[in-house]
């Protein structure tokens, strides 16, 4: 410990002594005095602190302001966003628990159809025709087309169409009516934004009037079974 502390005090006692006080040279008597540097110039007074900060602040400033901006890199835009193509598959025919009338399809026979959907970035919708028989029969659109999406779950799709009356010699005593068609199918998000379309089968209903409600209004009846992917 008293080594320790003898190498700590050697540095200290060589700053402050004059030169030869510690090889063993014969200083005069005055020698240590004369070699105190006054307190004057080891402190400062509070002028020349402030004095001394306010230039080191000024040169630093003065660095700053000369230093070259760092180039900042450009940011590019996002791309724009691009309509998305789906394929709709309808099937229609009875259905378990459906309200349609009693005689519809109750052959057992059934329709298949596809068209092709465009979702806009802007929300909208467009519909093609649809493709009966494997294409060998079409059924024009009479109307718009629009679509919702709920709790980003959850595709409404409605479609006015001209249906199939009329052609019961090629679907017999299964049609699909001129009118509004309500489909209703899973996804993940806007289709039109990104989203995705789900692979669970939906339902594709009509709005009939009738008294299945215990009141003589318009009904949501089950038509068929609806499926989509995209393109």
């Known amino acids: 410990m008293f080594s320790l502390v003898l190498l700590l005090l050697i540095p200290l006692c060589a700053s402050i002594l004059p030169h030869g006080a510690l090889c063993g040279t014969r200083l005069p008597p005055n020698a240590l005095c004369a070699s105190r540097r006054p307190p004057s110039a080891l402190l400062s007074t509070p002028e020349e602190l402030i004095a001394s900060a306010e230039r080191l602040r000024e040169e630093v400033e003065l660095l700053e302001s000369s230093r070259p901006a760092p180039s900042v890199a450009a940011v590019p835009p996002p791309p724009p966003k691009t309509a998305a ?3 709709l598959a309808l099937d229609f025919g009875r259905e378990e628990g459906t309200w349609m009338d009693a005689r519809w399809g109750l052959s057992g026979r059934r329709i298949e159809c596809t068209a092709d959907l465009t979702f806009g970035a802007d929300g909208s919708l467009s519909c093609a025709p649809f493709r009966l028989r494997g294409g ?3 059924m024009p659109m009479r109307g718009g087309a629009s679509y919702t999406v709920a709790q980003r779950t959850r595709l409404a799709i409605e479609l006015d169409v001209e249906g199939t009356a009329g052609r019961e010699d090629l679907y017999g005593d299964v049609s699909i ?3 509004m068609l309500y489909v209703t199918l899973g996804c993940a998000g806007d289709p039109g934004r990104g989203g995705s379309v789900g692979a669970r089968e939906g339902v594709v209903c009509v709005k009939q009037r009738g008294w299945h409600t ?5 009904e949501n009846r089950i038509a068929g079974t609806a499926r989509i992917k995209a393109l």
């Open 214 to 218: 215990g009141w003589w209004r318009e």
């Open 177 to 179: 009516p001129q009118g």
């Open 136 to 138: 060998f029969d079409t």
């Open 85 to 87: 193509t789906h394929r």
